[in-house]
């Protein structure tokens, strides 16, 4: 029972960093069709500017805020820079735009930062926490929790403010969202800002766990979009359902069959996925986006 709970807390965790790279590959593809694949590079830019700005001597409590608005500038710079411009291109086009992105931030990072790995001291310190035979890092809690609270605050700007309510009018309908006076371009704008938000606040969480390094994001973006396919491309819920999902089903498979297959699991799932369910768990015809 004891191992069955320390893997379950491992899936957990990783699995919430799946599901906050997932929403926001769900909060891009809404609001323009696009299939972001410079997602995981808001994650790992979170952790590069975290741990850039601790080298410059300041305190991690400044470092945080500081990393998560530098990363909100790069998506909106991203958006302004690269996919504005070609706004009129067809969907393939602008997924190669976003490709071109990945790798031109995996190179900026890389002259700048370096290619070796770079650690963030943990929140609340190593010490585990024994639970029911199982041991639990505080970190867990940490990326947990605070993907909890980030799931819930996208979920409230949705359903609550004017902002998010047009940015779902927007995802159902563009044309008609312009007619009434909606503005899409700002609001595609916001959309990859609250992209890079949620990266960067996945990567600061999970930087202690997984250290930082200049293309941490190539695997993790990879395994946050197969968990939005996994959910329903278009869903939120299925984001952070197929996220969970996701870092379950590693964590199992890499204790009962072997560690060397853990990071095929995404890749396997999605084939069968896209062949028994090609919408994902919670796709349909007409979904409810995020």
């Not at 930062?113 to 024994?130: C, E, K, L, N, W």
């Not at 996208?154 to 047009?166: E, N, S, Y």
Request: some cysteine; glycine content about 12%.
């Amino acid at each position: 029972m004891a191992d069955v709970l320390q893997f379950i807390f491992s899936g957990l965790t990783t699995g919430s960093i799946y599901a906050l790279v997932a929403l926001g590959f769900t909060i891009v593809y809404n609001a323009s069709r696009v299939i972001n694949f410079a997602q995981g590079d808001f994650l790992m830019l979170g952790g590069v500017f975290t741990v850039a700005a601790t080298q410059l001597g300041l305190p991690l409590y400044a470092a945080i805020p500081l990393a998560v608005v530098a990363s909100v500038v790069a998506g909106a710079l991203l958006e302004r820079l690269a996919i504005a411009p070609a706004r009129n291109s067809d969907a393939v086009s602008l997924i190669i735009i976003t490709i071109g992105a990945s790798i031109f931030i995996e190179g900026v990072v890389q002259v700048f930062f370096g290619r070796g790995q770079h650690g963030v001291a943990s929140f609340s310190g190593d010490a585990a926490i024994p639970v029911w035979g199982a041991m639990l890092l505080p970190q867990s809690l940490w990326v947990v929790g605070v993907a909890a609270v980030m799931v819930i605050f996208v979920g409230c700007f949705f359903r609550f403010t004017l902002i998010g309510k047009a940015m779902l009018a927007m995802s159902t309908n563009r044309a008609a969202a312009q007619l009434v006076g909606i503005n899409t371009r700002m609001l595609l704008l916001l959309s990859f800002c609250l992209a890079a938000l949620l990266g960067a606040v996945a990567g600061i969480v999970a930087a202690p766990i997984t250290t930082v390094i200049y293309d941490l994001g190539q695997m993790l973006g990879l395994k946050g979009f197969v968990a939005a396919i996994l959910g329903g491309m278009g869903s939120g819920v299925g984001a952070v359902v197929g996220g969970l999902l996701v870092g379950l089903l590693e964590a199992f498979v890499a204790a009962y069959i072997s560690s060397a297959y853990k990071d095929a699991v995404p890749f396997v799932l999605i084939i069968i996925i896209l062949l028994v369910r090609p919408g994902g768990i919670f796709g349909a015809k007409s979904v409810d986006r995020v």
